[in-house]
């Protein structure tokens, strides 16, 4: 294959960023830590996002609903339930969520698909703050959360599982059935793909892991408010991230994510002011010059190289 | 022989449109029918149904045997039976070979690998002319190509029945020449049974030891290419003339 030498980098690459991930903790601060956490948050939630939207090409603007789903859930039965039981358990009430909306969901296509992942995001957002709201719950207050240590390992965790997801879902032949439906639904089923069935599996699998990763974000902040773990910004950002790196496997995910997570990390210290104006020009940037992404460009630029 | 493919009955409504009509034939295992009709006649129609495209109001498909009628596209392709579509869609961003790989892995050979659907199609990407262009993108074909794509891919999901829809519309008649040669050629060799839609008549007259006529949905004519050219109804159909 013509793509050895590029693998070769990036497992290498790959080994240097595990072996950051595991230094991190003995080495920096806790604002170092808490950087770290940010990229691990973010390395979790992106390929994840990757395996049903990149890969189908059903862009979700919801992602966040299942993040939110894990934080509530976790909160709701803070003390009452251990926490080695109640992550799983957020990771399976989002991947049981998706498995219901997911059938009536994915049969509109484009941006009606995107509109309405929005909305439903959205109408999971009020509804547990009407409930909140009705039980005289405005916010809640979580004492004894683990200490930062922790969490960064558990998210250390989710974040290997996400990559692993998304590598492992694109080089199978489910991968492949994922990529032909999102050249042609119609073809592919026609040449035997079960497209409804992969489609909702991919959107379960897609779910999971983020709604664990509301769950244990809602540790880091001890103090719960319904409208920050659903806020629309967290799907707003993934998709951002997916589409700078490009690709259908886990490189363009890091990629993006190491860059934008950084850039914003950059920027809030140094000129918060400008961070949504500077990260609105990159996305400008992006979709209208470079919209394969980072893995995209990098292509195009060995093929102009082949050839010349 | 016996029929691979029996069609008893079927008809198709969509909402106050009748499409098809009380439609019965039945396609010998290794037979070349043909299927003739002016534009809005029902062929496509036809094809939808039996491949689970659509859903007939009416009747039955039995294919081996076995009533097809409500499973869906992709477990009548498991069964063994293959379409191609007159309007060509080609999965646009992937490699000839990644198409073909895609109707290998799902389709009735289901190939578990990709190596081992790879292997598979390679001699269908020479038997339909495409081993040249294997590694080029979909998009980058000619219309031609696309056809042959189009072939390559209900080909190489191993299935025993192939619907071949108006493969040859479009072409140039050398095209068409070569486009027969290759039909020819993937039934003979692979003892394929086929079911062909197509507008070239000569092409029809040519290949085919059959062919079924339908005009407004039903029905009209069922016969050997000869006959079906003196059939009155059928003349009267295409020609226009009295009864």
Known sequence: ?308 | MTALLKVQGIGKRFGGLIALTDVSFEVPAGAIVGVMGANGAGKTTLFSLIAGNARPTTGDIQFAGQSIVGLRPDQVCRLGVARTFQIVKPFAAMTVRENLRTAAMFGHALHRTARAADTATEPVLEEVGLAAVADQPASTLTLSGQKRLEIARAIATGGRLVMLDEVMAGLTPTEVTQMLDTVRHLHSSRGLTLLVIEHVMRALMDLCERIVVLHHGQLIADGRPEDIGRDSQVLAVYFGGTR
């Open chain 1, 1 to 308: 294959m013509a793509s050895t030498a590029s693998d070769r980098s990036f497992a290498a690459l790959t080994a240097a960023g595990a072996l950051v991930v595991v230094a991190l903790p003995f080495l920096g601060n806790d604002y170092v830590v808490g950087v770290g956490l940010t990229v691990l948050m973010w390395l979790a939630l992106t390929p994840s996002w990757c395996v049903l939207s990149r890969l189908t090409g059903y862009v979700s603007l919801g992602q966040v609903v299942f993040y939110g789903l894990g934080a509530y859930l976790v909160v709701v039965t803070w003390q009452a339930v251990p926490l080695w039981l109640a992550i799983p358990a957020a990771g399976l009430l989002a991947a049981t969520f998706a498995a219901l909306v997911g059938g009536p969901a994915l049969r509109v296509r484009g941006p009606y698909f995107v509109i309405l992942t929005f909305g439903l995001a959205e109408l999971v957002k009020f509804s547990i703050m009407a409930y909140e709201a009705a039980s005289g719950m405005a916010a809640r207050i979580l004492f004894g959360a683990p200490d930062l240590m922790v969490i960064y390992w558990l998210m250390a965790v989710l974040a290997g599982m996400s990559l692993l997801l998304l590598t492992w879902v694109s080089g199978s032949r489910f991968g492949h059935g994922l990529r032909s439906l999102r050249e042609n639904e119609e073809a592919a089923e026609t040449l035997g793909v079960p497209v409804e069935r992969y489609k909702l599996l991919a959107f379960v699998l897609s779910a999971a892991i983020p709604g664990m990763v509301g769950a244990v974000m809602a540790l880091r902040s001890t103090y719960f408010v319904v409208g920050q773990v659903f806020d629309p910004m967290v799907s707003v950002t993934v998709i951002a991230m997916a589409l700078i790196g490009g690709g259908d496997n886990a490189r363009g995910p890091v990629l993006g994510v190491l860059f934008l997570a950084l850039l914003s990390e950059l920027l809030w210290a140094q000129a918060p002011l400008l961070y949504m104006i500077i990260l609105g020009a990159i996305l400008v940037v992006f979709v209208l010059l470079v919209p394969d992404g980072v893995i995209g460009l990098a292509r195009r630029l060995r093929r102009a190289e082949t050839l010349a």
